[in-house]
Protein backbone atom coordinates (compact mmCIF):
# COMPACT_ATOMS: atom_id res chain seq x y z
CA UNK A 1 0.00 0.00 0.00
CA UNK A 2 1.55 3.64 -0.87
CA UNK A 3 2.33 5.83 2.60
CA UNK A 4 0.20 8.92 2.78
CA UNK A 5 1.44 11.70 5.20
CA UNK A 6 -0.92 14.37 6.77
CA UNK A 7 1.06 17.01 5.26
CA UNK A 8 -0.38 16.33 1.44
CA UNK A 9 1.81 18.37 -0.98
CA UNK A 10 5.14 17.03 0.57
CA UNK A 11 4.41 13.88 1.13
CA UNK A 12 6.55 10.91 -0.25
CA UNK A 13 3.99 9.75 -2.95
CA UNK A 14 3.56 14.24 -4.21
CA UNK A 15 7.45 13.12 -4.29
CA UNK A 16 6.82 10.68 -7.50
CA UNK A 17 4.92 13.02 -9.59
CA UNK A 18 5.46 16.27 -8.75
CA UNK A 19 7.32 17.37 -11.99
CA UNK A 20 3.88 16.88 -13.77
CA UNK A 21 1.46 17.54 -11.31
CA UNK A 22 1.54 21.11 -10.15
CA UNK A 23 1.16 21.37 -6.33
CA UNK A 24 -2.42 23.11 -7.14
CA UNK A 25 -3.41 20.10 -8.38
CA UNK A 26 -1.95 17.52 -6.15
CA UNK A 27 -4.11 19.46 -3.48
CA UNK A 28 -7.24 18.36 -4.88
CA UNK A 29 -6.85 14.49 -5.70
CA UNK A 30 -5.44 14.22 -2.22
CA UNK A 31 -9.11 13.49 -0.25
CA UNK A 32 -9.54 10.84 -3.32
CA UNK A 33 -5.99 9.20 -2.86
CA UNK A 34 -6.78 8.63 0.73
CA UNK A 35 -10.35 7.79 0.87
CA UNK A 36 -8.87 5.08 -1.84
CA UNK A 37 -6.23 3.84 0.12
CA UNK A 38 -8.62 2.96 2.88
CA UNK A 39 -11.42 1.71 0.43
CA UNK A 40 -8.95 -0.86 -0.88
CA UNK A 41 -8.21 -1.81 2.71
CA UNK A 42 -11.60 -2.33 3.74
CA UNK A 43 -12.81 -4.38 0.87
CA UNK A 44 -9.46 -6.13 0.13
CA UNK A 45 -9.36 -4.71 -3.73
CA UNK A 46 -6.53 -4.20 -5.49
CA UNK A 47 -5.97 -1.66 -8.54
CA UNK A 48 -4.83 -2.47 -11.24
CA UNK A 49 -3.82 0.36 -13.93
CA UNK A 50 -2.56 0.52 -17.58
CA UNK A 51 0.05 2.47 -18.48
CA UNK A 52 -1.53 4.66 -20.32
CA UNK A 53 -3.51 6.01 -17.16
CA UNK A 54 -2.58 9.36 -15.79
CA UNK A 55 0.54 9.65 -13.18
CA UNK A 56 -2.07 10.80 -9.96
CA UNK A 57 -3.43 6.91 -10.71
CA UNK A 58 -0.60 4.96 -12.35
CA UNK A 59 1.86 6.10 -9.69
CA UNK A 60 -0.49 7.55 -6.81
CA UNK A 61 -3.07 4.31 -6.36
CA UNK A 62 -2.04 1.56 -8.50
CA UNK A 63 -1.31 -1.79 -6.70
CA UNK A 64 -0.56 -3.17 -10.23
CA UNK A 65 0.59 -1.78 -13.60
CA UNK A 66 2.12 -2.60 -17.01
CA UNK A 67 0.02 -3.42 -20.35
CA UNK A 68 -2.96 -5.64 -21.28
CA UNK A 69 -0.58 -8.77 -20.57
CA UNK A 70 1.28 -7.59 -17.44
CA UNK A 71 -2.56 -6.97 -16.26
CA UNK A 72 -3.95 -10.27 -17.60
CA UNK A 73 -1.50 -11.55 -15.59
CA UNK A 74 -2.08 -10.53 -12.27
CA UNK A 75 -5.52 -10.41 -12.55
CA UNK A 76 -5.73 -14.43 -12.15
CA UNK A 77 -3.18 -14.27 -9.84
CA UNK A 78 -4.58 -11.76 -7.12
CA UNK A 79 -6.14 -12.99 -3.72
CA UNK A 80 -7.79 -10.20 -3.59
CA UNK A 81 -11.75 -9.97 -3.73
CA UNK A 82 -12.23 -6.87 -5.83
CA UNK A 83 -10.51 -6.19 -8.86
CA UNK A 84 -11.13 -2.39 -9.64
CA UNK A 85 -9.55 -1.94 -13.59
CA UNK A 86 -8.16 1.23 -14.30
CA UNK A 87 -7.88 0.67 -17.88
CA UNK A 88 -11.08 0.44 -20.31
CA UNK A 89 -14.06 -2.24 -20.84
CA UNK A 90 -12.07 -5.33 -22.53
CA UNK A 91 -9.69 -5.53 -19.81
CA UNK A 92 -12.03 -5.51 -17.18
CA UNK A 93 -13.70 -8.17 -18.87
CA UNK A 94 -10.20 -10.09 -19.57
CA UNK A 95 -10.06 -9.98 -15.75
CA UNK A 96 -13.17 -11.78 -15.06
CA UNK A 97 -12.51 -13.94 -17.45
CA UNK A 98 -8.93 -14.82 -15.75
CA UNK A 99 -10.74 -14.52 -12.39
CA UNK A 100 -14.17 -15.80 -12.15
CA UNK A 101 -14.68 -15.55 -8.89
CA UNK A 102 -13.71 -12.53 -8.31
CA UNK A 103 -15.81 -8.82 -8.40
CA UNK A 104 -14.30 -6.73 -10.97
CA UNK A 105 -15.40 -3.10 -11.33
CA UNK A 106 -14.78 -0.87 -14.25
CA UNK A 107 -15.14 2.76 -12.78
CA UNK A 108 -16.90 4.08 -15.91
CA UNK A 109 -18.61 1.50 -18.10
CA UNK A 110 -17.94 3.96 -21.35
CA UNK A 111 -14.26 3.45 -21.49
CA UNK A 112 -14.03 1.45 -24.55
CA UNK A 113 -11.58 1.25 -27.70
CA UNK A 114 -11.78 1.76 -30.95
CA UNK A 115 -10.24 -1.71 -31.84
CA UNK A 116 -12.42 -3.45 -29.60
CA UNK A 117 -15.28 -1.64 -31.35
CA UNK A 118 -14.48 -2.47 -34.52
CA UNK A 119 -15.70 -6.33 -34.91
CA UNK A 120 -18.25 -9.00 -33.25
CA UNK A 121 -18.28 -12.42 -32.36
CA UNK A 122 -20.48 -12.65 -35.90
CA UNK A 123 -17.49 -11.24 -37.72
CA UNK A 124 -15.25 -13.67 -36.89
CA UNK A 125 -17.64 -16.68 -37.69
CA UNK A 126 -17.84 -14.86 -41.60
CA UNK A 127 -13.85 -14.55 -41.53
CA UNK A 128 -14.08 -18.50 -40.13
CA UNK A 129 -16.17 -19.40 -43.15
CA UNK A 130 -14.21 -17.17 -46.19
CA UNK A 131 -10.97 -19.16 -45.14
CA UNK A 132 -12.08 -22.44 -43.23
CA UNK A 133 -8.85 -23.95 -41.70
CA UNK A 134 -6.58 -20.63 -40.82
CA UNK A 135 -6.69 -19.91 -37.39
CA UNK A 136 -7.83 -16.85 -35.82
CA UNK A 137 -5.60 -15.21 -33.42
CA UNK A 138 -7.44 -12.10 -32.02
CA UNK A 139 -5.44 -8.90 -29.99
CA UNK A 140 -6.44 -9.02 -26.48
CA UNK A 141 -8.20 -5.40 -27.29
CA UNK A 142 -11.56 -6.97 -28.02
CA UNK A 143 -14.79 -8.36 -26.47
CA UNK A 144 -15.29 -11.66 -24.48
CA UNK A 145 -17.78 -12.56 -27.09
CA UNK A 146 -14.76 -11.99 -29.84
CA UNK A 147 -12.39 -13.83 -27.71
CA UNK A 148 -15.01 -17.16 -27.14
CA UNK A 149 -14.41 -17.06 -30.87
CA UNK A 150 -11.18 -17.10 -31.24
CA UNK A 151 -8.56 -20.36 -31.12
CA UNK A 152 -5.87 -17.88 -29.36
CA UNK A 153 -5.12 -14.14 -27.74
CA UNK A 154 -2.12 -12.24 -28.40
CA UNK A 155 -0.78 -8.50 -27.20
CA UNK A 156 1.47 -6.33 -29.01
CA UNK A 157 4.72 -8.04 -27.02
CA UNK A 158 4.12 -11.55 -27.64
CA UNK A 159 1.89 -11.22 -30.78
CA UNK A 160 4.91 -12.61 -33.30
CA UNK A 161 5.36 -15.45 -30.78
CA UNK A 162 2.04 -16.30 -30.78
CA UNK A 163 1.99 -16.38 -34.68
CA UNK A 164 4.52 -18.35 -35.22
CA UNK A 165 3.89 -20.90 -32.76
CA UNK A 166 0.66 -21.94 -35.38
CA UNK A 167 3.55 -23.11 -37.50
CA UNK A 168 0.96 -22.39 -40.59
CA UNK A 169 1.22 -20.48 -43.46
CA UNK A 170 -1.61 -18.00 -42.72
CA UNK A 171 -3.12 -16.84 -40.04
CA UNK A 172 -6.46 -14.63 -39.22
CA UNK A 173 -5.02 -11.86 -37.17
CA UNK A 174 -7.90 -9.56 -35.61
CA UNK A 175 -8.28 -6.80 -35.29
CA UNK A 176 -5.53 -4.54 -35.25
CA UNK A 177 -4.98 -4.77 -39.20
CA UNK A 178 -1.61 -2.52 -38.82
CA UNK A 179 -0.32 -4.77 -35.49
CA UNK A 180 -1.21 -7.92 -38.22
CA UNK A 181 0.81 -6.21 -41.03
CA UNK A 182 3.76 -5.20 -38.55
CA UNK A 183 3.96 -8.65 -38.01
CA UNK A 184 3.82 -10.28 -41.39
CA UNK A 185 6.65 -7.79 -42.28
CA UNK A 186 8.67 -9.81 -39.55
CA UNK A 187 7.38 -13.84 -39.77
CA UNK A 188 6.75 -13.83 -43.85
CA UNK A 189 3.39 -15.19 -42.93
CA UNK A 190 0.67 -14.12 -44.93
CA UNK A 191 -1.95 -11.88 -42.63
CA UNK A 192 -5.81 -11.96 -43.60
CA UNK A 193 -6.49 -8.89 -41.20
CA UNK A 194 -9.63 -6.65 -40.36
CA UNK A 195 -9.67 -3.03 -40.62
CA UNK A 196 -9.64 -2.28 -36.93
CA UNK A 197 -7.59 1.09 -35.80
CA UNK A 198 -6.77 2.02 -32.75
CA UNK A 199 -7.83 5.79 -32.94
CA UNK A 200 -4.69 7.07 -30.78
CA UNK A 201 -1.87 5.14 -33.02
CA UNK A 202 -2.94 5.69 -36.02
CA UNK A 203 -2.69 9.07 -36.07
CA UNK A 204 1.03 9.30 -36.05
CA UNK A 205 2.62 9.71 -39.47
CA UNK A 206 6.49 8.94 -40.91
CA UNK A 207 6.44 12.89 -41.43
CA UNK A 208 5.75 13.70 -37.82
CA UNK A 209 9.12 11.23 -36.92
CA UNK A 210 10.90 12.85 -39.70
CA UNK A 211 10.59 16.55 -38.41
CA UNK A 212 11.01 15.67 -34.51
CA UNK A 213 14.25 13.57 -35.84
CA UNK A 214 15.71 17.09 -37.81
CA UNK A 215 14.78 19.20 -34.45
CA UNK A 216 16.80 16.17 -32.28
CA UNK A 217 19.87 14.94 -33.27
CA UNK A 218 20.19 11.73 -32.02
CA UNK A 219 17.32 10.67 -31.32
CA UNK A 220 15.96 7.28 -30.48
CA UNK A 221 12.41 6.58 -31.85
CA UNK A 222 10.22 3.46 -30.41
CA UNK A 223 6.83 2.96 -31.54
CA UNK A 224 4.34 0.89 -30.82
CA UNK A 225 3.48 -1.48 -33.06
CA UNK A 226 -0.47 -0.49 -33.76
CA UNK A 227 0.84 2.34 -35.70
CA UNK A 228 0.67 1.99 -39.55
CA UNK A 229 3.56 0.18 -41.16
CA UNK A 230 5.32 3.49 -42.73
CA UNK A 231 5.54 4.94 -39.18
CA UNK A 232 7.13 1.73 -37.51
CA UNK A 233 9.34 1.76 -40.67
CA UNK A 234 10.41 5.28 -39.86
CA UNK A 235 11.07 4.16 -36.34
CA UNK A 236 14.48 2.79 -34.83
CA UNK A 237 12.61 -0.09 -32.27
CA UNK A 238 8.98 -1.26 -32.52
CA UNK A 239 7.49 -2.82 -29.26
CA UNK A 240 4.48 -3.21 -26.89
CA UNK A 241 4.90 -0.46 -24.10
CA UNK A 242 6.51 -3.28 -22.10
CA UNK A 243 8.59 -3.13 -24.71
CA UNK A 244 9.23 0.58 -24.81
CA UNK A 245 9.59 0.29 -20.97
CA UNK A 246 12.45 -2.11 -20.92
CA UNK A 247 14.31 -0.19 -23.86
CA UNK A 248 14.39 3.31 -21.89
CA UNK A 249 15.55 1.30 -18.92
CA UNK A 250 18.91 0.08 -20.86
CA UNK A 251 19.34 3.76 -22.66
CA UNK A 252 18.72 6.34 -20.14
CA UNK A 253 20.80 9.29 -21.12
CA UNK A 254 19.62 9.16 -24.67
CA UNK A 255 16.83 11.81 -25.94
CA UNK A 256 14.20 9.39 -26.63
CA UNK A 257 10.52 9.87 -28.88
CA UNK A 258 7.84 7.85 -27.89
CA UNK A 259 5.37 7.24 -30.52
CA UNK A 260 2.52 6.25 -28.42
CA UNK A 261 -0.10 7.61 -26.13
CA UNK A 262 0.61 10.22 -23.89
CA UNK A 263 0.68 9.21 -20.39
CA UNK A 264 2.78 6.44 -21.28
CA UNK A 265 5.88 9.13 -21.95
CA UNK A 266 4.87 10.50 -18.75
CA UNK A 267 4.68 7.94 -16.78
CA UNK A 268 8.17 7.15 -18.03
CA UNK A 269 9.33 10.35 -17.86
CA UNK A 270 8.92 10.10 -14.04
CA UNK A 271 10.35 6.88 -13.49
CA UNK A 272 13.63 7.53 -15.47
CA UNK A 273 14.48 11.65 -14.83
CA UNK A 274 17.56 11.48 -16.41
CA UNK A 275 16.57 10.49 -19.47
CA UNK A 276 15.57 13.25 -22.31
CA UNK A 277 11.92 12.17 -23.72
CA UNK A 278 10.25 13.75 -26.65
CA UNK A 279 6.72 13.40 -26.63
CA UNK A 280 3.89 13.76 -29.41
CA UNK A 281 1.06 13.48 -27.48
CA UNK A 282 -2.06 11.57 -28.76
CA UNK A 283 -4.37 10.64 -25.95
CA UNK A 284 -6.66 8.15 -25.50
CA UNK A 285 -10.28 9.12 -24.55
CA UNK A 286 -11.56 6.17 -23.17
CA UNK A 287 -8.23 5.43 -20.62
CA UNK A 288 -8.86 9.19 -19.52
CA UNK A 289 -12.55 8.23 -18.68
CA UNK A 290 -11.19 6.94 -15.16
CA UNK A 291 -10.33 9.22 -12.52
CA UNK A 292 -9.38 9.40 -9.09
CA UNK A 293 -12.83 10.52 -8.44
CA UNK A 294 -14.90 7.58 -10.30
CA UNK A 295 -12.30 4.91 -8.47
CA UNK A 296 -13.25 6.18 -5.54
CA UNK A 297 -17.44 5.85 -6.04
CA UNK A 298 -16.32 2.50 -8.29
CA UNK A 299 -14.66 1.06 -4.57
CA UNK A 300 -17.46 3.28 -2.53
CA UNK A 301 -20.92 1.65 -4.32
CA UNK A 302 -19.38 -1.41 -5.65
CA UNK A 303 -19.91 -0.25 -8.88
CA UNK A 304 -19.51 -0.88 -12.16
CA UNK A 305 -20.00 -4.55 -11.61
CA UNK A 306 -18.10 -6.26 -14.67
CA UNK A 307 -20.35 -9.90 -14.87
CA UNK A 308 -19.99 -12.48 -18.32
CA UNK A 309 -21.90 -15.31 -19.61
CA UNK A 310 -20.09 -18.66 -18.12
CA UNK A 311 -20.11 -20.46 -21.06
CA UNK A 312 -18.46 -17.50 -23.08
CA UNK A 313 -16.06 -17.05 -20.46
CA UNK A 314 -15.19 -20.32 -20.75
CA UNK A 315 -14.68 -20.26 -24.18
CA UNK A 316 -12.96 -16.96 -24.30
CA UNK A 317 -10.67 -17.65 -21.11
CA UNK A 318 -9.74 -20.71 -23.10
CA UNK A 319 -8.17 -18.35 -25.95
CA UNK A 320 -6.26 -16.04 -23.36
CA UNK A 321 -4.92 -19.15 -21.40
CA UNK A 322 -3.29 -20.40 -24.74
CA UNK A 323 -1.41 -17.18 -24.67
CA UNK A 324 -0.26 -17.28 -21.48
CA UNK A 325 0.98 -20.65 -22.54
CA UNK A 326 3.19 -19.77 -24.61
S1 LIG B 1 -5.03 3.43 -26.88
FE1 LIG B 1 -6.02 2.59 -28.70
S2 LIG B 1 -6.02 0.38 -28.35
FE2 LIG B 1 -5.64 1.35 -26.35
S3 LIG B 1 -7.68 1.57 -25.42
FE3 LIG B 1 -7.24 3.50 -26.50
S4 LIG B 1 -8.19 3.20 -28.52
FE4 LIG B 1 -8.00 1.16 -27.60
Not at 28 to 47: G, H, P, Q, S
Not at 76 to 105: C, R, S, W, Y
Request: charged share 25%; aromatic share 4%.
Amino acid sequence: MNQITPQGGTDALYERVRHLVPAMEWETFLADIRAIETLKRERNAVILAHNYQTPEIFHCVADIRGDSLALAREAQETDADVIVMAGVHFMAETAKMLNPHGTVLIPDRKAGCSLADSITGADVRALRARHPGVPVVTYVNTSAEVKAESDICCTSGNAKRVVESLGTDSVIMIPDEFLARNIGAETGIRMITWPGHCEVHERFTPEEIDRMRADNPGLVVLAHPECPPEVVAASDFSGSTAMMADFVRGHASDPILLVTECSMSDNLAIQYPRTAFVRPCNMCPHMKRITLSNIRHALETMTHEVTLDPELASRGRRAVERMLAI
